[in-house]
Structures are given as C-alpha cells and as structure tokens.
C-alpha cells in the first residue's frame, strides 16, 4: 500500500478527525473537537475503518437518572425529612402522620420504616399509637441525608464512576418506587491502528489539498498551487438498498406477464366460495372421501349464498343421474349443502365459473393466480394458505398428449428445470387425471400440483355441450421457491427486513 497516495485520498472529514483521536477517541467528544456533527464525525470514522486507519468499537455504559419522584424530591426534600421536620415539633399520632406531612400513604409508611431503622422516630403506645422523634433523630434534621446529597448531583451519571457512599445511597434509592432510573447507553469509540498514527504523520491537514474543481479556481488560478485529492475506487462503500417489490409479489407480476404474452386471460372469482362452485360444479361427490383432501374451512355467518337454480338442477342431474351414457354418483344431492360458504379450497372453482361464463370463448386459454385456503400443519413445503396458478384451454380436439406438453412447458418456463416427472393421479373433475412433480436441489422431489382433462359431467352442465378442457391446478408458491432460491416456503411471506433487503427480484 503506497501511505502518500492513501493519504493523498482521505476525505475533508477524514482530514479533520485523524489528528483529535487520541485526544478524542469517544464519538460524543470527537464531534465538538472537530467543528463535525456527529452523523460527519461517524462516517468519517467507518471510512477511515474500511481504510484499516481505525477500528470502531462500542462501550457500554450504565447511566442512572432522576426518575419523577427523584425530581419531586430534589426540589420539596425527602419524604424523610418532612415527616422528620413534621415530627420535631411535637409527637402526633400515627393516624395523623399523612395529614401533617402531606405524604401519601405509602411515603408515610416508607418514612416509618426507614426511620425506625436509624433510630431516628419511637412508637408510644397511648390511647393511639404515637409517633415521637429521638434525639438522634434531631442530630440528623442537622445533618445532610446520604440519599439527599445524592439527588443534588449532575444527572446522568456513570455508576462506575461513584464513589462508595454514593453507591450505598443508590442502592437505597433504587429499592424505592420512581426515584432513579437505571439505563445502558452505548458509546462509539475509536483506536488508531499503526497506518492512522503515519497518517497522522503526513500531516493529513494540508490546506492545499482540495475536492472539486470549481469555476472560481479556473478563473483565479489557485488550483496550480493546490493538490487535488485522490480518489480510491477500490474503496468499500455502504451498501445502498434502493426501493423495490416484495419478491413474492415481484414473481408472480412476472407469472402474470408470462401468461398473458402467451395468450391467456385472467380470471379470478371470490375467496368466499360456496360448496357449488367449490366442489359440486366440478363433479365431486358431497358426501365422497374425495373432498377430506381438501380440508376446506366452513364459514360461520354467513352459512348460505345465492345460485342460479337452473345451474343447480343441471348439476343436480349429473351427480344423481349422470351425463351421456355415465351413471352418475347414485346418491340423492343435498340441494341445500351446495349453497354452503366454504373458504375456497382450490382455484379450479375459477375455472367452473369462467365454463358457465357468457364471456367464454372457445377456443379459449384462462389463467388465475388464486389464493385458497386447507387446514395443514405447516411446515417447510406446506401453508393453510397459499396461492395456486391454474387454468384451462377450451378446445375441440385436445388430447392428454397436449397436457403433458403443456406441463413440460410449465416446468421449464416458471420453474427453471426440465427434470420432471408425470405420473398418475385422481381428482373427480378429471379422467385422465396426473401429478406434476419437479426436482428441487436442495428439496428433492416437490409435487407442483394436478392436471388432467376436464369430465363431460363437468363441462356439459356449465358449457351447456362437452368440449375439450385441458385444466391445471400448479403450486405456485413451490414454483416460486423454485425460481427464488427459497429453501422454506414461509420466506415467500416473511416480514423480516433484513432478509427482504437481500432476497433477488425476478
């Protein structure tokens, strides 16, 4: 390291602080002696730390301080000293005691005891009990409390810096409600290394060395006797976190984007969802184990919302009798249970709703990222609520080929890996139904979520004709510890600053 350049490179503030350190190694004190405020002198000191001149440290100091009834006391007296005052002027009566002294009750029993410790007051018993001074209670009227001459000082005050009868009033004081108030006060401090102590050698002060190069230097000349500071662009310097999204919510703008530059459109539908559109519209069984899978929360109040009728019925029909030639579920549906509120489960219930939509076009490609709720124990993959990317494309014609290239797709595009695997699965709106699984590389093999082809007692009710729907249901949240580098899903929702600040944006 060349000294006379480093030196060369210091900052004004720099320039300022080096030389008072030794003098002056608290920040409290460097301030003042430097002419800086204390925001100046501090950061001249972390540029002189990251130039290895200094080395920062923190002192802990214990500050006590007059609390409200030490600055009551400071200027009436101690309660001692009235009720004394009071006392030496004839014996009263232990009744009494608060009226004289115009002490609170609680004052005029702290007054008895610690009296009576010092011997300073007797109890008679007469016909009541009677409070009279001693005569060493009267030798100490003449004589300054240790606790009084300790509220007479300078606060704050260091504890270690008291002396030993001062600490002894302390103590007393302390165990008495708001007299003092004990603090920790962190104090900056700064050592000059062996390279700050040659820099001071140098002569850092040198008035010629100037920053800028300013019009009235041109004109006057003066910068040909001057000497133009360096700067050290291999310098360290504070990390600067500009504003940005949350990047949760910054990656799923950007599935959003993604899909709709492929030529979906967006749907969404209500998180207060009945169990029609839930469940019942998508061919699942009411009183089926196939929904236990779902663990959906019932709403309370209000227990019912509103269908449209006609819809009911035809779903009805499908449930209990079947669509096309199919056989239905052979139970009798519960036409009341279907208007149920649940907390919706899954975003396919957008789907149910976008087939018995009038806005519906065929062909046709829909997207919702949706937010659903399951009661799970949670853990580092699982949430009671979370959000779902899922959709469908309405088309005569599609096969499961199509699906599973469309998964693939999904796999590279939103989760950056083509390792993937398809295997079967089971919903009741889809036959042929499968399982969308990827390789996490810290995770292991995380189930991204469902697919498979929509069944005609799905789509006739709804569509009113059975068409060809390709559906999907993703876990977008895995997807986006995937793409975000998250080991544990609950960072996708984490309030911590500092982690915020470090975590990437996509």
């Not at 008291?162 to 700064?190: G, H, N, P, T, W």
């Not at 459109?265 to 929904?291: I, K």
């Not at 087939?355 to 062909?363: D, E, M, Q, T, Y």
């Not at 699982?382 to 998964?407: A, K, S, W, Y």
């Amino acid at each position: 390291m060349d000294i006379k350049k480093l030196a060369q490179s210091l900052h004004p503030y720099e320039r300022r602080v080096l030389p008072e350190l030794e003098r002056h190694p608290y920040l409290e004190e460097l301030a003042p002696a430097t002419g800086l405020k204390e925001v100046e002198a501090m950061r001249a000191l972390q540029w002189l730390e990251n130039k290895k001149a200094a080395v920062i440290t923190t002192d802990s100091r214990e500050l006590v301080e007059l609390d409200k009834n030490g600055q009551e006391y400071l200027k009436k007296g101690l309660p001692e000293r009235r009720f004394l005052v009071v006392v030496n002027e004839k014996e009263l009566p232990l009744v009494k005691l608060a009226e004289k002294t115009g002490l609170g009750k609680d004052e005029v029993n702290i007054c008895l005891g610690l009296l009576r410790q010092k011997g300073a007051i007797a109890l008679l018993k007469e016909k009541d009990l009677m409070v009279k001074i001693t005569p060493n209670g009267k030798k100490l009227l003449d004589t300054q409390f240790l606790e009084e001459n300790f509220l007479k000082k300078q606060f704050p005050i260091e504890i270690n810096k008291l002396s030993a009868e001062d600490k002894y009033a302390l103590d007393q004081l302390k165990k008495r409600k708001q007299i003092v108030m004990i603090s920790v006060k962190r104090i900056k401090k700064a050592v000059l290394t062996d390279l700050g102590k040659k820099l001071i050698s140098l002569g850092v002060r040198d008035e010629n060395i100037v920053d800028t190069l300013t019009p009235q230097i041109l004109r006057e000349g003066t910068w040909k006797n001057k000497t133009f500071r360096r700067y050290d662009v291999k310098i360290n310097v504070p990390e600067v976190f500009g504003g940005k999204k949350q990047p949760y919510k910054a990656f799923l703008d950007w599935v959003r984007n993604k899909f709709t530059s492929l030529g979906f459109q967006e749907m969404d539908g209500p998180l207060v969802e009945t169990e029609f559109w839930n469940m019942d519209a998508l061919y699942m069984p009411q009183f089926h184990s196939a929904r236990d899978i779902h663990d959906a929360y019932y709403v309370k109040e209000p227990k019912y919302g509103k269908l449209d009728d006609k819809l009911v019925k035809k779903v009805q029909a499908a449930h209990e009798n079947g669509i096309a030639g199919s056989t239905g579920w052979n139970y009798h549906f519960d036409a009341e249970r279907t208007h149920r509120h649940v907390l919706r489960t899954q975003g396919t219930a957008c789907s149910a709703r976008m087939l018995a939509s009038p806005n519906l076009s065929i062909p046709g490609k829909y997207f919702g990222i949706t937010r659903v709720f399951r009661h799970d124990v949670i853990d580092a993959t699982h949430l009671p609520d979370f959000n779902q990317t899922e959709g469908i494309i309405v088309e005569e014609g599609l096969t499961f080929r199509h699906l599973v290239g469309l998964l693939k797709m999904f796999a590279k595009e939103f989760a950056d890996t083509e390792e993937i695997r398809i295997v079967p699965g089971y919903f009741p709106f889809t036959e042929p139904s499968a399982e969308l699984y990827a390789k996490h590389p810290q995770l292991g093999w995380i189930e991204l979520g469902g697919a498979g082809i929509f069944r005609p007692e799905v789509v006739t009710p709804l569509l009113g004709k059975n068409v060809s729907v390709c559906a999907w249901g993703l876990g977008i949240d895995r997807i986006g510890m995937f793409k975000l580098g998250f080991k544990d899903i609950r960072n996708l929702f984490s309030q911590d600053l500092e982690f915020l600040k470090n975590s990437p944006v996509i």
